[in-house]
């Protein structure tokens, strides 16, 4: 089998020797602009066949842009900051949580983040290179440098001086294992179902013994904070009888108790406002009013019991209430996760672990009602994997609702593929969008640029590093942690020392920075950066959609008014063949470079492109990529092995014959309005970022090339074809259709593409080439009807063979088809009779959907003698070919018997070279000398 492995490696060496990415960006710069961000990875882990998955897509549109004359700036990028690169240096310290870190040493510490984001730079670029996804990994961007900090703080100051950037306390997703909180988009790619017990339980009502208010949580561990609990004054409330107790909920919500209980009084929600309650556990003295009942329009009836138990410090609506209703805010929980030292029993155990035991305290003091499993999604830390808390805590905002209905007309304008994704799931989370907590208390990353007075608490936000200087006199050479920490500032309302925060932001604000902190904007580059903003293109997996493609959109609205990109891609997940998610643990994850030392990296990508619609999730393995070789990749090369073989044979001079346009043979004219009709799809499909419905038409074009013009042009070409016009024409037009198909296929498999390209013409490189342009002159729609006519006809007609037990090899004396349309012409009919192999068609007009064939499968000598000569001509065939005969080898062949009718002798000597029949025993040939 071909060695694609071996022949891309030759390509790649030939791309490098001759530079020919630089010479595709020499030729194009100066003229229209494809403008193409790439997300930038972190390369503190090795790439995976996700990543292959990217970046074919990637690779695809920025090659396919060049060929049509655009200039493409494929700028690379690291994504070197935040959380991920934490927690992989502390796994290789041996240290955990921040209080290690800090006696470790910040300085050491972030020393240790920075070398570990570069560790296998050299693994991606060696995969970027071999994918053939073409991008300047030379003069990457790259989030941690100076400058791109340096434009970063810019942003912050402008949306400093909009009163966009601000400090809050609020309930926010808090890892407890990072000591960090997280933001909304960060929490969206950490849901997780899982299975918990939710507990019904009672809460005693201090005026009426023996009444118990009934509610329902699904996170026990906040009833230590309990401080209220809300109803609907409007909604229908029952109090009843079940045993010995009285319990009081919804009417709505009474499925939830047994059959047993019964209703002894119904009023409004209204008549419970105000009533005191015994709180579960009264481990905090408060000062101000708690554990009374109060009215709240988040009550909902669909589940638990409508009576809602509220933990200010523990839930969104919580606080919100409590802000409004004046209730104490005091936590039970310490920032590392464990309950404080006040809460008796429980105090220094962690809350989610504790919960367990909190069941089992409620249930011994028979507070417990019942439990019931519940699966729920569950918010964990999307790098750290731990389960998250809603806290509440001091945390800086980006006012992104600021700007809510700006963000949502911009995605509305913006080209999603797959489109679902612009209302739903982008759509849907603009919709519900809340602010951006934009502070990590962390250590790597970049520093949040405001600076605290110690005495009068002023705050200012710096925007660049000379304004820095002039506050401070000097700028540490490293900005990051603990060297910027030691900048100290002089204030100017009262004179005192400001320190900087000690908070640092959210890594995803780095990587949707990018379109102006890639280029050091505005301190520099300021043409560079207008012509490249914003991107025609972007591309990424679909858990990017409320990742990078959102601060992409958020930071530009926020400071442009209008999104950073126009078009984007949002693939799905690869899974493995049986659809399961890669993992360690189920031992299914697939190196890419297995798989590309089997298929060679185009099969890999033109499975990408091919498999599944975008959006779709990938089925992935090395026995369907495998596939993609037989049923594509091998096809293709061997109708360009055949035209290849049959040209030396011939002595043909393809330079020679291409002008010469005499296209009279129906098959020729057939296949050329098919290639103008690909390019005309393919283009299209293009245009609007569809690699799926382009990379199926030309499959299902190149099926049409092998499985019919080749097919039915055998007998046209060789040294057994006379020589002339037709066998002329034949070579020019499948030399043609090669050419323009490796054009069209250079974007998605650009060594196979390159390697038949610079084969047939001569020329430097496909990639060179400019794109393709349709010959509306050539495309014949009807034709091309006929011609599906003629194929169905034969599927039909090669069927009723089958049935009958009679070879195609055996000539039949006529072939009787049915058919609603008028009868094709004598060219088309001619084609059906060499397939079918028959003398004769007949036609019958009927009012039939699809045609109908039958055959006359009687049997003549005449006709038995033909088929006896074939099946001669079949048998030496084979002999030749074991033989190693070369094509254009002539023989000599003995046999037993051979046709007594000289034209069948001259038929066989014709169609295998044959200078002489003798007589002999068995079957055998011999070669002649040349």
């Known amino acids: 089998m071909l060695d694609f492995d071996k022949l891309e490696k030759n390509i790649l060496a030939f791309w490098k020797k001759e530079q020919i990415f630089e010479k595709t960006q020499r030729k194009k710069k100066g003229q229209k602009s494809l403008v193409f961000y790439e997300g930038p990875p972190?390369?503190?882990?090795?790439?995976?066949?996700?990543?292959?998955?990217?970046?074919?897509?990637?690779?695809?549109?920025?090659?396919?842009?060049?060929?049509?004359?655009?200039?493409?700036?494929?700028?690379?990028?690291?994504?070197?900051?935040?959380?991920?690169?934490?927690?992989?240096?502390?796994?290789?310290?041996?240290?955990?949580?921040?209080?290690?870190?800090?006696?470790?040493?910040?300085?050491?510490?972030?020393?240790?983040?920075?070398?570990?984001?570069?560790?296998?730079?050299?693994?991606?670029?060696?995969?970027?290179?071999?994918?053939?996804?073409?991008?300047?990994?030379?003069?990457?961007?790259?989030?941690?440098?100076?400058?791109?900090i340096e434009s970063c703080w810019w942003i912050l100051k402008k949306l400093w001086n909009k009163g966009w950037l601000h400090k809050d306390y609020k309930v926010v997703p808090y890892c407890f294992r990072c000591g960090t909180p997280l933001s909304s988009h960060e929490v969206a790619q950490g849901y997780k179902d899982i299975i918990e017990d939710s507990i019904y339980v009672k809460f005693p009502l201090k005026d009426e013994f023996g009444t118990f208010l009934l509610v329902w949580t699904t996170t026990p561990w906040t009833l230590l904070g309990n401080v209220a609990l809300a109803v609907d004054p409007k909604a229908a409330y029952v109090k009843v009888k079940l045993e010995k107790e009285y319990l009081i909920l919804a009417e709505a919500c009474l499925r939830v108790l047994t059959d047993k209980c019964?209703?002894?009084?119904?009023?409004?929600?209204?008549?419970?406002?105000?009533?005191?309650?015994?709180?579960?556990?009264?481990?905090?003295?408060?000062?101000?009013?708690?554990?009374?009942?109060?009215?709240?329009?988040?009550?909902?009836?669909?589940?638990?019991?409508?009576?809602?138990?509220?933990?200010?410090?523990?839930?969104?609506?919580?606080?919100?209430?409590?802000?409004?209703?004046?209730?104490?805010?005091?936590?039970?929980?310490?920032?590392?996760?464990?309950?404080?030292?006040?809460?008796?029993?429980?105090?220094?155990?962690?809350?989610?672990?504790?919960?367990?035991?909190?069941?089992?305290?409620?249930?011994?003091r028979k507070l417990l009602l019942k439990t019931e499993p519940i699966t729920h999604a569950y918010p964990f830390c999307w790098r750290c994997h731990g389960p998250l808390l809603y806290y509440a805590i001091d945390s800086w905002f980006i006012k992104t609702t600021a700007v809510k209905k700006a963000l949502i007309r911009e995605n509305n304008k913006t080209n999603w593929v797959p489109a679902y994704i612009k209302k739903g799931r982008m759509g849907n989370w603009l919709e519900t969008l809340i602010d951006w907590s934009l502070s990590r208390n962390r250590y790597w990353g970049t520093p949040l640029p405001i600076w605290q007075c110690l005495g009068c608490s002023k705050q200012i936000c710096i925007g660049s590093y000379a304004e820095l200087e002039a506050y401070a006199g000097?700028?540490?050479?490293?900005?990051?942690?603990?060297?910027?920490?030691?900048?100290?500032?002089?204030?100017?309302?009262?004179?005192?020392?400001?320190?900087?925060?000690?908070?640092?932001?959210?890594?995803?604000?780095?990587?949707?920075?990018?379109?102006?902190?890639?280029?050091?904007?505005?301190?520099?580059?300021?043409?560079?950066?207008?012509?490249q903003f914003p991107a025609d293109f972007i591309a990424e997996a679909m858990d990017q959609t409320r990742g990078w493609f959102f601060t992409l959109l958020a930071i530009s609205t926020l400071i442009f008014d209008r999104n950073s990109y126009q078009n984007v891609i949002s693939s799905g997940l690869v899974l493995d063949e049986k659809g399961r998610k890669m993992s360690k643990h189920l031992g299914n994850i697939v190196d890419p470079w297995e798989i590309i030392k089997v298929t060679g990296a185009d099969a890999i990508r033109w499975y990408f492109y091919s498999s599944t619609a975008v959006g779709n999730d990938y089925r992935f393995s090395l026995f369907l990529v495998q596939e993609v070789v037989k049923k594509f990749i091998l096809t293709l090369w061997n109708v360009y092995n055949f035209f290849v073989t049959y040209v030396k044979v011939d002595g043909f001079r393809v330079k020679e014959q291409e002008s010469r346009r005499v296209k009279e043979n129906i098959l020729d004219r057939w296949i050329l309005s098919r290639l103008n009709q690909l390019i005309k799809?393919?283009?299209?499909?293009?245009?609007?970022?569809?690699?799926?419905?382009?990379?199926?038409?030309?499959?299902?074009?190149?099926?049409?090339?092998?499985?019919?013009?080749?097919?039915?042009?055998r007998d046209r070409i060789g040294l057994t074809a006379e020589n002339g016009e037709d066998k002329n024409a034949c070579y020019a037009t499948l030399y043609e259709v090669l050419v323009i198909l490796t054009k069209l296929l250079a974007p998605f498999t650009p060594f196979l593409a390159e390697e038949i390209y610079k084969n047939l013409t001569g020329?430097?490189?496909?990639?060179?080439?400019?794109?393709?342009?349709?010959?509306?002159?050539?495309?014949?729609?009807?034709?091309?009807?006929?011609?599906?006519?003629?194929?169905?006809?034969?599927?039909?007609?090669?069927?009723?063979?089958?049935?009958?037990?009679?070879?195609?090899?055996?000539?039949?004396?006529?072939?009787?088809?049915?058919?609603?349309?008028?009868?094709?012409?004598?060219?088309?009919?001619?084609?059906?009779k060499d397939e079918l192999n028959v003398k004769e068609i007949v036609w019958e007009k009927r009012d039939v959907k699809e045609p109908e064939v039958t055959l006359d499968t009687r049997l003549t000598p005449q006709l038995k003698a033909e088929g006896e000569a074939r099946e001669l001509v079949r048998q030496i065939q084979e002999l030749r070919k074991k033989a190693n005969c070369r094509l254009e080898q002539q023989i000599k062949v003995y046999g037993p018997k051979w046709p007594e009718e000289k034209k069948l002798r001259e038929y066989i000597k014709k169609e295998t070279l044959a200078k002489e029949l003798l007589p002999g025993k068995t079957l055998k040939i011999a070669t002649l000398n040349d």
């Open 474 to 531: 000097k700028v540490p050479k490293d900005p990051h942690r603990p060297y910027i920490d030691e900048v100290v500032l002089k204030c100017s309302d009262c004179g005192q020392k400001m320190t900087r925060v000690s908070e640092v932001i959210d890594c995803w604000f780095d990587s949707g920075a990018m379109p102006v902190a890639q280029w050091h904007y505005p301190f520099e580059n300021e043409k560079t950066f207008k012509d």
């Open 42 to 148: 972190t390369a503190n882990g090795k790439p995976g066949i996700h990543h292959v998955l990217a970046r074919a897509f990637k690779d695809l549109f920025p090659r396919y842009k060049t060929m049509q004359g655009f200039y493409c700036l494929r700028k690379g990028g690291w994504d070197t900051h935040g959380l991920p690169v934490e927690l992989e240096v502390e796994k290789e310290l041996g240290i955990s949580g921040k209080k290690q870190i800090e006696e470790y040493g910040i300085a050491k510490f972030n020393q240790k983040c920075k070398e570990s984001v570069f560790r296998y730079v050299d693994d991606w670029e060696k995969l970027t290179e071999r994918i053939g996804f073409w991008i300047d990994m030379k003069n990457p961007y790259v989030t941690c440098h100076r400058n791109y």
């Open 262 to 364: 019964q209703v002894i009084e119904k009023f409004p929600g209204e008549k419970l406002l105000g009533k005191s309650y015994q709180p579960l556990y009264d481990f905090v003295s408060y000062k101000e009013k708690v554990h009374y009942v109060v009215p709240a329009d988040f009550v909902v009836f669909t589940e638990g019991t409508g009576i809602v138990h509220t933990a200010v410090m523990y839930g969104e609506e919580d606080f919100e209430l409590g802000k409004k209703l004046g209730l104490p805010k005091h936590h039970v929980v310490a920032p590392d996760g464990t309950f404080t030292s006040e809460c008796g029993q429980f105090a220094g155990k962690n809350v989610k672990a504790a919960e367990e035991e909190i069941i089992e305290d409620l249930k011994r």
């Open 763 to 832: 020329e430097e490189s496909v990639h060179l080439a400019d794109w393709p342009i349709i010959d509306k002159q050539l495309i014949d729609e009807k034709l091309e009807q006929q011609m599906k006519m003629v194929r169905k006809i034969c599927e039909l007609g090669h069927a009723r063979r089958k049935e009958a037990g009679i070879k195609v090899r055996q000539p039949l004396n006529r072939a009787k088809c049915k058919v609603q349309s008028a009868k094709l012409n004598d060219k088309l009919v001619q084609l059906i």
């Open 681 to 713: 799809t393919a283009t299209q499909s293009l245009e609007k970022y569809d690699a799926f419905t382009a990379s199926h038409a030309i499959e299902d074009f190149v099926s049409d090339l092998s499985t019919w013009y080749v097919r039915r042009s």
